[in-house]
């Protein structure tokens, strides 16, 4: 058994991970995850402590599988290119999206999250993790430049603080000849709700960058596009639970409630 001991923003991998588990159980399975099913199993630890409340694990699986399908869509324009997954915890989707060997894939986090990926997922072609901050700015020397790029940060600019991220967005732009983003943001007001997130306070983790619109996006940087924003509330298919499919239905009809959490694809 491998033995965990993470805190704050590191250990908000549990919750996402556990979700995806609980997923793979499903006979309604979403992502089909069962590579996190068998590294729930090797892990020592009680994961009936990371906060997850009923219908949490198929939210997470929902937010998974659209950031999966659009970098699938990316992919499929692309003979070469390289991926970043930033802030990837023990996420398994270079794994679940199988790039072709074009595909020079590139997953980022902490270096104890690193070594932890390292004794439960095995290696595979075109792919290599660095341990790093995603907020560092030497890691990115590792990666050439030479091709686009597709960002997948998924439950990660939330937790950075605005500036640090407004920096990293930069410092890859300058990087790649071109790209996209996909990834989840939060409303400001979305972010000060965190604070009754169950599971970030299981986590002990702190949430500091929200962000309403694409064109705040846009304004980090001139070359950035939004090409499309979605409510995480639209990403409801049937299978949430009656209270998850309520709130949304709310949210239709209260903006701001409906922006509290967003999908973006921002290209470059």
């Known amino acids: ?54 219908g949490d694990d198929t939210a997470i699986a929902l937010r998974a599988n659209c950031l999966d399908d659009w970098a699938r869509q990316y992919l499929a324009t692309q003979s070469e290119c390289v991926v970043l997954h930033l802030g990837c915890g023990l996420d398994t989707r270079a794994y679940r999206i199988d790039p072709g060997p074009q595909v020079r894939w590139y997953d980022v986090d902490y270096p104890e999250v690193i070594e932890l990926r390292q004794q439960l997922f095995p290696d595979r072609p075109g792919y290599q993790c660095i341990g790093s901050s995603v907020t560092d700015p030497m890691w990115l020397a590792e990666v050439k430049g030479d091709v686009p790029v597709l960002v997948v940060a998924e439950g990660l600019f939330m937790y950075l603080k605005e500036e640090e991220g ?103």
């Open 1 to 54: 058994m491998t033995k965990v001991n993470l805190t704050g923003e590191k250990a908000t991998l549990l919750p996402t991970l556990y979700g995806r588990a609980l997923d793979a159980q499903s006979p309604d399975s979403i992502l089909h995850d069962t590579m996190a099913y068998e590294a729930v199993q090797q892990i020592e630890f009680d994961f009936s402590t990371v906060g997850l409340r009923r």
């Open 166 to 268: 407004k920096a990293l967005v930069r410092r890859i732009l300058d990087h790649f000849p071109s790209g996209q983003f996909v990834f989840d943001g939060l409303s400001r007001r979305g972010a000060q709700l965190q604070k009754l997130n169950k599971a970030v306070q299981a986590a002990k983790a702190k949430v500091y960058w929200g962000f309403d619109s694409c064109a705040e996006w846009e304004a980090i940087d001139a070359r950035l596009r939004c090409v499309s924003s979605m409510s995480a509330f639209d990403l409801d298919d049937g299978r949430l639970p009656a209270t998850f499919r309520m709130t949304a239905k709310v949210s239709k009809v209260f903006t701001g409630m409906k922006n509290l959490a967003v999908f973006y694809r921002v290209d470059f």
